[in-house]
Nanobody, 123 residues
């Protein structure tokens, strides 16, 4: 079992930055691939970024590549998402997620989810 708690969202102007954090419970954090997904009102949940258990492999949606950076600190059981050059279209609730095994881009295969944190980017 893994419990995830998202934090770090807020209101920021276009071009600004935010860093999201996801604190995980348990002693086997490094065994889980981790992902960030987001969901805007009226839209499906979409993939943002993911990272392998060791942190050596990262993956990004084309829409955030070059602006967002996913990372993890396995000693602190924490996942991060550094978001730079934010755009109004990045506005959504952001969720961290975990699954045992490989990284996937599909939210349905992730077993554990945070409660979500709101990110709002004003123009």
């Amino acid at each position: 079992q893994v419990q995830l708690v998202d934090s770090g969202g807020g209101l920021v102007q276009a071009g600004g930055s935010l860093r999201l954090s996801c604190a995980a419970s348990g002693r086997t954090f490094s065994r889980y691939a981790m992902g960030w997904f987001r969901q805007a009102p009226g839209k499906e949940r979409e993939f943002v970024a993911a990272i392998s258990g060791s942190g050596s492999n990262t993956y990004y949606a084309d829409s955030v590549k070059g602006r967002f950076t996913i990372s993890r600190d396995n000693a602190k059981n924490t996942l991060y998402l550094q978001m730079n050059s934010l755009k109004p279209e990045d506005t959504a609730v952001y969720y961290c997620s975990a699954r045992s095994g490989n990284v996937y881009y599909t939210p349905k295969v992730y077993d554990y989810w945070g409660q979500g944190t709101q990110v709002t980017v004003s123009s």
